[in-house]
């Protein structure tokens, strides 16, 4: 593990529900919607947690040590760039609208992201386009500045 003393991450009672997601959940809730217990528990105690402590938790993903920095930005920059921007678009906009159905999440999640931006968009159906090519030794070509 990355340790180091400076580096801790801490939730406070805004993470409590203050500004729920349009889905009815806190942010907190949503990340951890198959074990919603662990969101509550997280209440329990501690505020503030060291690296080790905060990736034993869940509510950090990854912590590289210091021999695998380097490699570990590299791969994640190079996954990265290898999806069309819309393609990233839509996966965010599926973590943002992520949990119980709403009205709210079927508008701005489902419809906006899904089908107005990502099946419609040149990126995806163009001559160059990512569908176009899917299935074929051609590679996608995708134009950054619609993006």
Same mark, same amino acid.
């Given at each position: 593990?990355?340790?180091?003393?400076?580096?801790?991450?801490? !939730?406070?009672?805004?993470?409590?529900?203050?500004?729920?997601?349009?889905?009815?959940?806190?942010?907190? %809730?949503?990340?951890?919607?198959?074990? &919603?217990?662990?969101?509550? %528990?997280?209440?329990?105690?501690?505020?503030?947690?060291?690296?080790? =402590?905060?990736?034993?938790?869940?509510? !950090?993903?990854?912590? &590289?040590?210091?021999?695998?920095? =380097?490699? =570990?930005?590299?791969?994640?920059?190079?996954?990265?760039t290898s999806l069309s921007p819309d393609a990233l678009t839509g996966m965010e906009a599926s973590l943002r609208f992520a949990g119980p159905e709403t009205l709210d999440t079927k508008i701005y999640g489902r419809l906006t992201a899904w089908q107005n931006w990502i099946f419609q968009r040149p990126n995806a159906v163009g001559p160059e386009g990512a569908l176009t090519n899917y299935g074929k030794p051609t590679q996608a070509h995708s134009d950054y500045k619609r993006t």
């Amino acid at each position: 593990m990355l340790m180091d003393d400076n580096n801790t991450v801490a !939730i406070s009672d805004l993470n409590a529900g203050a500004f729920p997601m349009s889905n009815g959940l806190t942010r907190l %809730q949503s990340h951890f919607l198959a074990e &919603p217990e662990r969101a509550d %528990q997280l209440f329990d105690g501690k505020r503030t947690f060291d690296t080790e =402590e905060a990736e034993e938790l869940g509510l !950090i993903t990854f912590a &590289p040590d210091d021999l695998d920095w =380097e490699d =570990e930005i590299r791969v994640a920059i190079e996954e990265r760039t290898s999806l069309s921007p819309d393609a990233l678009t839509g996966m965010e906009a599926s973590l943002r609208f992520a949990g119980p159905e709403t009205l709210d999440t079927k508008i701005y999640g489902r419809l906006t992201a899904w089908q107005n931006w990502i099946f419609q968009r040149p990126n995806a159906v163009g001559p160059e386009g990512a569908l176009t090519n899917y299935g074929k030794p051609t590679q996608a070509h995708s134009d950054y500045k619609r993006t």
